[in-house]
């Protein structure tokens, strides 16, 4: 497609349930990003990866977050266990490199009852 | 670390003039951008800033003073779909992350 694609757009699960977000960027761009959004809120930095580099996962904000990018293209994102607090909106964004403006997916919107 | 400050909100009439700040504070600033984000939808890029001085793109404006920590998104002939949250993001040098501020909710009326 021509732009950055996330699926679920929405998902609902119970507190406990593993999740698992997926990203779809942009062809050909060698950056991908993770954000949270929650209500009110600015944009959380989680993770990203770079081309074949080890991805900076430094704003992953516990260790049941966790990201893959695989073939250097699709990501997901797995939260384990999830908490209430984990509610938010997850938006992706992919660049054609680091140095280059990013472009946003519609986002996942977690709800965890 | 990065630290983003941006007024919340702000209210314009359509066809006005409105001028959204952003101050700044990094270790090795490497550029700033300015994103639109309407409610419920993802954040679109308008503009980006790694030298003094203004950059002009159609209605909008961007402005960057380094020494200052400082910018600021100009909106010209404001529509009524410009009502949106404007958000301002610093990327820094020493990893290349992009730190977001809070974002400054604009409301355009008749």
């Known amino acids: 497609g021509a732009g950055v694609s996330q699926s679920p757009s929405n998902k609902v699960t119970e507190k406990g349930k593993d999740v698992e977000l997926r990203c779809d960027p942009i062809s050909g761009h060698t950056a991908l990003y993770w954000y949270r959004q929650s209500l009110g809120q600015g944009l959380e930095f989680l993770i990203y990866f770079q081309g074949n580099s080890a991805p900076d996962k430094s704003g992953l904000p516990s260790d049941r977050f966790s990201a893959e990018r695989t073939g250097g293209s699709v990501s997901t994102l797995t939260i384990q266990r999830t908490q209430q607090e984990d509610s938010a909106v997850y938006l992706c964004?992919?660049?054609?490199?680091?140095?280059?403006?990013?472009?946003f997916g519609d986002g996942t919107r977690l709800s965890i009852l | 670390g990065q630290n983003i400050d941006q007024p919340t909100e702000m209210t314009a009439t359509e066809g006005a003039i409105v001028q959204i700040n952003c101050t700044y504070q990094t270790s090795g600033f490497n550029g700033l951008f300015w994103y639109q984000q309407h409610a419920g939808e993802a954040p679109t890029f308008l503009s980006y800033?790694?030298?003094?001085g203004l950059e002009e793109k159609g209605r909008f404006s961007s402005f960057l003073s380094r020494s200052k920590g400082y910018s600021y998104l100009l909106l010209k002939e404001l529509q009524m779909k410009d009502s949106a949250s404007y958000l301002c993001a610093v990327r820094d040098r020493g990893n290349n992350r992009l730190a977001f501020g809070k974002g400054n909710q604009v409301v355009v009326i008749p």
């Open positions: 800033n790694v030298l003094d």
């Open positions: 964004a992919s660049s054609l490199a680091l140095n280059q403006p990013q472009h």
